[in-house]
């Protein structure tokens, strides 16, 4: 099975900035769409953002749109996800995963979710 390494999340203020990194280990990310998802405590697991294989195609979650952007680097095994002007709301445990399609934020069936990385957005 694909299996992925979060990293990148931390603590930050309301309208700081963090880059999460997807980055992917013993076999190459270039065929696979992959995208973003995160769940906040005490809520459903909602998909955030997903990339195409090649690049060429992205989506967004309305409540990101213009804040966050997905990138990447396939020589890197990594796929990125630039987080801007970020808001309390946007706290929780971040996750990617391989998706249907680049252009639709959801995952594979059956995919076994990791460990994904904490973002905490507070003053």
């Known amino acids: 099975q694909l299996q992925f390494v979060e990293s990148g999340g931390g603590l930050v203020q309301p309208g700081g900035s963090l880059r999460l990194s997807c980055a992917a280990s013993g076999f190459t990310l270039d065929w696979y769409a992959i995208g973003w998802f995160r769940q906040a405590p005490g809520k459903e697991r909602e998909g955030v953002s997903c990339?195409?294989?090649?690049?060429?195609?992205?989506n967004y979650a309305d409540s990101v749109k213009g804040r966050f952007t997905i990138s990447r680097d396939n020589a890197k095994n990594t796929v990125y996800l630039q987080m801007n002007s970020l808001k309390v709301e946007d706290t929780g445990v971040y996750y990617c995963?391989?998706?249907?399609?680049?252009?639709?934020?959801?995952?594979?069936?059956?995919?076994?979710w990791g460990q994904g990385t904490q973002v905490t957005v507070s003053s």
């Open positions: 990339i195409s294989s090649t690049g060429d195609r992205t």
């Open positions: 995963a391989e998706v249907l399609k680049g252009s639709t934020i959801v995952a594979v069936p059956g995919w076994y």
